[in-house]
Structures are given as C-alpha cells and as structure tokens.
C-alpha cells in the first residue's frame, strides 16, 4: 500500500511541484528576509560588539564590579551581607534633571564569587543575596539554584560562604553565622589552581513592559545599580598578601573610550567593604538567532496543507476511493501507507530547504553586520530537523482533515485556521501575551516552539513573548501537542472511513 500510494503521489505532477514548491518558498523568503535585514551599531567602523562566550558556547553578559585576591588550592571566603540598597533611573519630570527611585530591581545580586581570572566569560560560581528572590547559588552563567527567600537589612543581615575543594564549589548561608545551610553546589572542570576570589555587586536594567495603542508592546529598561556593605570578611586557604585588586569587569565607555561609563566601586572602611556595581552576570537572550532565517516556512505550510488535502479529497472528487479501498480490505491501512507517504516526502523537503536556508541565510545576516547569538550543535540539529518534522506533522493533520471531511476547501481551510493562523495571531502581538501563549499551548501552532534556539531562563530579565521567539511550551513538547493533533484527526478519519465509503 505504501508503494501503491508514493507511485500515486510522484506520478501527479502537481502535488510534486507543489512540494517543490513549499521548499522553495522556504528558501526563497528566508533569504530574501536575511539579506534585507542590516544592522548598524554605529562607531566608527559601523560594527555591532560581539558578546562574550561562555564555557558552555552561549553568548553571556558578564558585567559586575569584583573586589578579589588570588587564591591557589583550596580554601573559602565567609562575609556577612549587612546592607543591600539600589537606585533605578525613572523619567525625568523636567528636561535634563535626573531621577532616580531609591529601590533594588528584582535580579540586583551582591555575594561572594570564585572566578578565573577577569576575562568576560570565563567560569564562575557565586553564592549571592538578590532585590527580590533571595539567597541564590549561580554557576557559569545558565545555571542558578534557589536558597532560603527573603532580603537583607541592618536587623537581618546576611551570612554567606563559598567554599573551594579541588574543582568542587559549595555556597552555604546562615542567619547568625554559625548554623549553616548548603545553598548549591557548582563543579568546574575550567577553574584553574589560582583562581581570583572575592566580593561583587551587579544590577541588570529595570525592565518595563507597556502595550502600545494599535498592538504590540513597548519594553523600556533603565539604568539601575546595587550597592551591598560586608563585614566579617574572612579568607582561608593560600591567599595571596595585600590591597583587594578593583576591577569593573565589563564596564563600557563614554564617548572619549576611556572614561568608565556608568562604574561601579569598592570602599573600605574599619573591616566593612562597600561594593557598588551595574550589570548582570547571566546568558544573552535577546539578538538575532538562527531560526530567524526560517521566515518562510509560515506560507511553506499552507502550501503542504494543500498538496496533503488534495493527496486524499482528489481520490472522493474523482470517485477512486473506492478502487483503493477494493484494493486493501483493511480500509485504515489506506489511509496509514498515504500519511506515511506525505510526511516522508514534505519531512525529507522541509529538511532540504531548512538546512539550506539556515546554513545560507545565517551567512547573509552576519555578512549585513548582525551578530546571531550562538547555538550548540544539538541546538541546531533540532532546529534544523524538527522544523522538518513540524512540517511533516502538519502535512499528517491536513491529510487527516481532508479525510475526514472529504472536501478540499474545507479542509484546506480548517488546516490554516488551526495552524496558521494560532501563530500569526501569537506572534504579531494582536493578542494579550496571555491569550497569545494559551494559544500556542492548546493549538497545534505549539509545533512552532520547535524553532525556538535560545531557551528562557527565569533568572535573566527578558520580555519572553511569543512576539519576540519565546514559546510557552519546551520545543520538543510542542512538537508533541501538534503530532498528538495529528494523530488523533487521523484515528477520526479511519473511524469514518470504516463507517463509510464517500
């Protein structure tokens, strides 16, 4: 049966070219989008800075102000957190008078940190005190581990320890600096026997999110900036003698390039130690992406909706149903060889076209001055891959509707609607965010989070809309909603063809 039906479906030179087709247009658009979209950041070279990398390959933001002293082996460094307070720029009620709101945003951290060395990017562990979601354990850059909630302030002040054992880091806290609790523990394979150790402040921007008047959203974010007083510092272990070294790591500059813009600083007084910094230690998630290129692929699946409907409604229109089915007693096995003949054919042009169009229109948009943020391999394979497979999915549930339904424009129809047009209506911000993510979590539009390459994370500050490429569901659940949809027309489209002939 399935050979009968691959020989039906090459032997029709419309439902071939119109495969052809759905991979073109993939490609065509993808890189007709990539190779419209400049980018210029000005300068005097015109070219965008490139973030840092981090030890796993992702594009970080590593800006804090680190007080440190060296340390070789192992050894710990215990502070009490005795004051945390924060300044966040607020519109200015008259021109050119500066407004800050005395308040800490959310993610301002201020703790103990074990790094290698200054250089952005490098790996990290850190125990901190946060604005607004207490004591936490972060580790180069992506992972975060929670402690017990709850702020700091002169009658509750903070205890915190980091301890080092070969390339194992553990962070503890304590209220009174005597019964301690393990907050996380961090394994850096990266960390060199001398390692920089010491106290840091960092702040990333207050984040506002307002909807504008005919759709969308406007994000403002504005300066904010930590400051964080210690006490009872203490080291252990080989620590090298001397001052605490002062580094404002990943501070910008003014105009003149070497006036520090907006800096951090550390003062100490009489065994307290006042560290103030800007910035945010976490990974990139805000940039182009590859899955930027795949621009095409929302007109590609209507025309694979066509071609799959019309793969079974010309078999009712032409009143050949029944010769297939005279041909195989077994009515289910039909229609089963015809939806493995769709979603081999349209999985193996999706992933023909999607390769090409990542591969060539990545190259496009670095060449027109972007820089996309990296992605693993894996990350890239399933991007790649799974879009085919969203593509093939997508052609199973047409194939089902057109089954069922038995008539062309209707199932054409109902294929867009519950596949396109859930997406169209989520990610061009005609919708409230909320009903936008319901929607790509109960619609089969949630097979788009397949595309999704930089995933979200709840401890960086980031509009994670459908708008700007954050699905509500993980990829591969996604994927899962749209092949359940699939599954389950089909099995409703064998019921019915058991039932009955045309």
Not at 479 to 502: F, P, S
């Amino acid at each position: 049966m399935t050979r009968a039906e691959w020989t039906k479906f090459r032997t029709v030179r419309g439902w071939v070219a119109g495969m052809a087709a759905a991979a073109l247009v993939t490609v065509l658009l993808g890189l007709m989008s990539a190779a419209g979209s400049h980018t210029s950041c000005g300068g005097p070279d015109d070219t965008c800075p490139v973030p840092p990398v981090g030890p796993g390959g992702e594009a970080v933001d590593d800006h804090f102000f680190f007080a440190h002293r060296p340390m070789t082996g192992d050894g710990s460094l215990t502070a009490r957190v005795t004051s945390m307070t924060g300044k966040v720029r607020v519109p200015d009620r008259v021109p050119g008078a500066r407004r800050l709101d005395a308040r800490l945003v959310p993610w301002a951290k201020a703790g103990l940190v074990v790094k290698d060395g200054v250089r952005q990017g490098s790996t990290y562990a850190a125990v901190m005190v946060t604005g607004g979601h207490g004591v936490r354990m972060q580790h180069d850059f992506t992972q975060d581990t929670a402690g017990l909630p709850g702020g700091v302030s002169a009658g509750s002040p903070r205890w915190l320890r980091l301890d080092r054992k070969g390339q194992e880091i553990t962070g503890y806290e304590s209220a009174d600096g005597r019964r301690w609790t393990e907050v996380g523990r961090a394994r850096l394979p990266g960390l060199p026997d001398t390692a920089e150790i010491g106290l840091f402040a960092a702040s990333p921007g207050d984040l506002t999110v307002t909807r504008a008047d005919f759709g969308g959203s406007i994000e403002q974010v504005r300066f904010s900036e930590t400051t964080a007083v210690f006490d009872r510092v203490e080291l252990s272990g080989r620590v090298a003698a001397g001052a605490w070294r002062r580094d404002d790591i990943g501070v910008t500059t003014e105009a003149d390039g070497v006036t520090p813009h907006h800096p951090g600083g550390f003062q100490e007084s009489g065994g307290t130690y006042t560290v103030t910094g800007v910035g945010d230690i976490g990974p990139v998630v805000d940039g182009p992406r590859p899955e930027n290129t795949l621009t095409g692929v929302v007109i590609a699946l209507i025309v694979v909706i066509v071609v799959a409907v019309v793969f079974v409604t010309a078999e009712y229109r032409r009143g050949l149903v029944r010769v297939t089915l005279l041909a195989s007693p077994r009515r289910g096995h039909a229609l089963a060889a015809k939806a493995v003949v769709i979603a081999a054919v349209t999985f193996a042009a999706g992933l023909a076209a999607t390769a090409a169009t990542v591969s060539l229109g990545t190259g496009l948009l670095r060449g027109n001055g972007a820089v996309l943020l990296p992605v693993s391999g894996e990350a890239q394979v399933r991007l790649i891959g799974g879009v085919a497979l969203m593509m093939a999915a997508t052609a199973v549930l047409a194939l089902g509707l057109g089954a069922l339904l038995r008539r062309g424009p209707a199932a054409i129809t109902a294929g867009i609607a519950v596949v396109v047009v859930p997406h169209l209506l989520a990610t061009a911000s005609f919708l409230p965010d909320e009903a936008a993510r319901w929607l790509l979590r109960l619609t089969p539009a949630a097979g788009f989070a397949i595309q999704q390459s930089i995933p979200e994370y709840p401890q960086v500050l980031a509009n994670y809309v459908p708008s700007a490429g954050f699905y509500p569901l993980a990829p591969w659940a996604g994927l899962a909603v749209l092949c359940g949809y699939a599954g389950l027309v089909l099995v409703l489209a064998v019921i019915r063809l058991n039932r009955r002939d045309a």
